[in-house]
DNA sequence: ATGCCTGCAAATTATTTGCATCCCT
DNA sequence: AGGGATGCAAATAATTTGCAGGCAT
């Protein structure tokens, strides 16, 4: 349970990474460091919009995928629906989906993990990345 | 390593629903039986047209979500893409894609399918359906 | 015959891009 | 100053839908 807290310094690492930081740019870092679920780019432009009116929802896509590029921030494509979006500080985790609320839980399991490995050494690869998502519902009690 | 062999008869099956078998339907049908790979809908499309140059990407793109319902073929949303589509028939099983050459390798885990319920359930949750892919590079050998 | 299906074109949704202008560094 | 970044509108890509006519049952 990461305490969301000190909105991580990106600013400081894009711009070691000689990305400029605009007015823009910081107020998308500061909703995605801000909320601690997983926007849409519409989503990310509506919060954004209440900030800063000018901004424009071609800056959000060109921002996030300038943050994906960065490592800064996970894309994800869950079923069936825009791309959504999170930061990357936080530990590797995958998710949950309530079918039911849309909610995205995230839940970690070092044994999927190390399994995951070892099927890929066997059939001769090696992972560059993966994607586990449950798509569920509450059970009912 | 299931032979394709027999082409499913999913005609009966969905005649037994209540679906129409029509022209278009046949043949679509009869490419997803063939092919063991996961072609999207233009690239059915384009195999259809070879067969019947009458067919429509409407048509395409209706029977394949006719089809999702049936529970005749499964939908796969890969990273960055469309969807991709694969007949049902067989068991269960999860995608290793080769990022170089777009490759898609099938396998299974019981392992990980167990313990993917068994994280559900302790998070309350019953799952409905999951994706796992992994996205990795051959091993240089 | 009757109503589900189809093809075609237009509409949607998600995202990208051209261009003139703006503003970080 | 200088060039990357932005807003706006137009362009793409993927998929869906309205409608008039066609075909399976």
Chains 1, 2 share one sequence.
Do not use: C, W
């Not at 943050?67 to 994800?76: N, Q, S």
Request: aromatic share 6%.
């Amino acid at each position: 349970m990461s305490t969301a807290s000190q909105a991580h310094d990106y600013e400081k690492l894009l711009r070691e990474a000689g990305v400029r930081i605009t007015r823009p740019r910081r107020t998308i870092l500061r909703i995605l460091s801000e909320g601690g679920d997983h926007p849409d780019a519409l989503e990310i432009f509506r919060r954004a919009s209440a900030i800063d009116p000018s901004i424009s929802l071609s800056t959000v896509y060109r921002t996030m995928r300038l943050l994906e590029d960065k490592g800064a921030i996970h894309r994800h494509a869950f079923a069936n629906g825009p791309s959504r979006f999170e930061q990357a500080d936080s530990d590797h985790h995958d998710h949950l989906i309530d079918m039911d609320t849309g909610a995205v839980i995230e839940f970690r399991s070092d044994r999927i993990e190390a399994l995951q490995d070892e099927i890929a050494r066997e059939l001769g690869y090696e992972i560059v990345f993966h994607r586990l998502e449950l798509y569920g519902r509450k059970r009912r009690g």
